[in-house]
């Protein structure tokens, strides 16, 4: 542990407290860095050595290897949040009770339950809350949920959805056989909750954003492949969901398919969705880096013809929350967002495990 002097702010800059510093946390500290009106002051883990490392690498003052010394310090207004999934829940409850403001990574918690525990105390708390579902820093989705509100396709009708990997069936990104980033991902006992879990979330706040609607049913089925002798490789056993296909109503009464694999040969990471309404169509499609929109509208509803739109540049999520942490009101997506979210996720085991489709609590 490097506590020390507390930072004071500068001109009214937010400091930030980055917990958690795995690889995921290198990208926040980059951004961060980049932002106006913040300053990245402390990083903490509980591997003592590796915050002090990442601190280094990253120019960041402060150093903790243990949350209750970093809350002690007291030196910072937000935390990002990019310990792993199965505590995000304890950790960010110790960060709100002290009234500061959290950027947790996706997803908020492990359940539905845990989730909205979380927005009761962030809530309750009266902090800034919100979730990296990093599509959303997706320039296509922005505008093609403009144009819904906005009218220009009508009254949805009908929405198709995809999340599709490939990286079971290829090496583009390592080998999962010997690489234990992935291999924990096909175990639950590592903490993952399969493809369901990983890149569900992801395609759901795509459908529900998008749309702009929620949804009110589903019926879903999962399902695990065999994938290496007995199903276990070394200390993972390979049980947690690799295949998604559900079908979904929307609050307007429109419905929809919604698949996810990471079996999908030919794609490497794509997101698609389209947008079917009766006065015109909206195509998504968007990967980490990129995205694009298409729209069927006006005489092209005829001929079937769709024509490419510009996308004006949008906030990333990360200098959204900034903005929200200097304006005081809160930015999207939010952890209530992300518990609603979590709830589908939940539904879809039990609508798997029942065999049959259910109606969102």
């Given at each position: 542990?490097?506590g020390g002097?507390?930072?004071?702010p500068?001109?009214g800059?937010?400091?930030?407290?980055i917990?958690?510093?795995?690889?995921?946390?290198?990208r926040?500290?980059?951004h961060?860095?980049?932002?106006?009106?913040?300053?990245?002051?402390?990083?903490?883990?509980?591997?003592?050595?590796r915050a002090?490392?990442?601190?280094?690498?990253?120019?960041?003052?402060h150093a903790?290897?243990?949350?209750?010394?970093?809350l002690?310090?007291?030196?910072?207004d937000a935390?990002?949040?990019?310990?792993?999934?199965?505590?995000?829940k304890?950790?960010?409850?110790?960060?709100?009770?002290?009234?500061k403001?959290?950027?947790?990574?996706?997803p908020?918690a492990?359940?539905?339950?845990?989730?909205?525990d979380?927005?009761?105390a962030?809530e309750?708390?009266?902090?800034?809350?919100m979730?990296?579902?990093?599509?959303?820093?997706a320039?296509a989705?922005?505008m093609?949920?403009?144009?819904?509100g906005?009218?220009?396709?009508?009254?949805?009708?009908?929405?198709?959805?995809?999340?599709l990997?490939?990286?079971?069936t290829?090496r583009?990104?390592?080998?999962?056989?010997?690489d234990?980033?992935?291999?924990?991902?096909?175990?639950?006992?590592?903490g993952?909750g399969g493809?369901?879990g990983d890149?569900?979330?992801?395609?759901?706040d795509?459908v529900?954003?998008?749309t702009g609607?929620?949804?009110?049913?589903?019926?879903?089925?999962?399902?695990?492949f065999?994938?290496?002798?007995?199903g276990?490789?070394?200390d993972?056993?390979l049980?947690?969901?690799d295949s998604c296909a559900?079908?979904?109503?929307?609050?307007?009464?429109?419905?929809?398919?919604?698949?996810m694999?990471?079996s999908a040969?030919g794609?490497e990471?794509d997101?698609?969705?389209?947008?079917?309404?009766d006065k015109?169509?909206?195509?998504i499609?968007?990967?980490t880096?990129?995205s694009?929109?298409?729209?069927?509208?006006?005489?092209?509803?005829?001929t079937?013809t769709?024509?490419?739109?510009?996308?004006?540049?949008?906030?990333?999520?990360?200098d959204r929350?900034?903005?929200?942490?200097?304006?005081?009101?809160?930015?999207q997506p939010d952890f209530?967002?992300?518990?609603?979210?979590?709830?589908?996720?939940?539904?879809?085991i039990?609508s798997?495990a029942?065999?049959?489709?259910?109606?969102?609590?």
């Open positions: 542990m490097t002097a507390v930072t004071p500068q001109d800059a937010k400091r930030i407290m917990l958690g510093t795995g690889s995921i946390a290198h926040h500290a980059e961060f860095a980049s932002i106006p009106g913040c300053l990245i002051v402390a990083a903490c883990d509980t591997n003592g050595e002090r490392t990442f601190a280094t690498m990253h120019d960041i003052s903790f290897d243990a949350l209750d010394a970093a002690a310090w007291d030196g910072f935390v990002v949040n990019a310990t792993p999934d199965q505590v995000h304890s950790t960010t409850l110790r960060i709100v009770a002290r009234g403001a959290v950027f947790c990574e996706k908020l492990v359940n539905a339950a845990d989730a909205f979380m927005v009761a962030a309750g708390a009266g902090v800034i809350n979730v990296n579902l990093t599509y959303r820093n320039h989705i922005q093609a949920r403009r144009m819904v906005a009218g220009e396709i009508g009254e949805i009708r009908h929405v198709e959805a995809s999340y990997q490939s990286w079971l290829g583009h990104w390592g080998d999962w056989r010997v234990e980033r992935w291999l924990w991902r096909l175990s639950t006992a590592h993952s493809v369901l890149i569900g979330i992801h395609i759901l795509f529900t954003f998008g609607l929620d949804i009110v049913a589903l019926g879903a089925r999962l399902k695990t065999d994938k290496a002798e007995g276990v490789i070394g993972y056993r049980d947690a969901n559900m079908t979904v109503e929307l609050a307007n009464g429109a419905l929809g398919v919604v698949h694999s990471r040969t794609k990471n997101l698609d969705l389209t947008i079917h309404g015109g169509a909206l195509q499609w968007s990967n880096t990129d694009t929109l298409h729209a069927c509208l006006g005489p092209d509803i005829e079937q769709w024509k490419q739109l510009d996308c004006p540049p949008t906030p990333r999520n990360a929350f900034v903005l929200a942490l200097l304006s005081g009101i809160n930015g209530r967002h992300a518990a609603e979210v979590q709830k589908l996720l939940d539904l879809s039990r798997d029942e065999r049959r489709t259910l109606a969102v609590a």
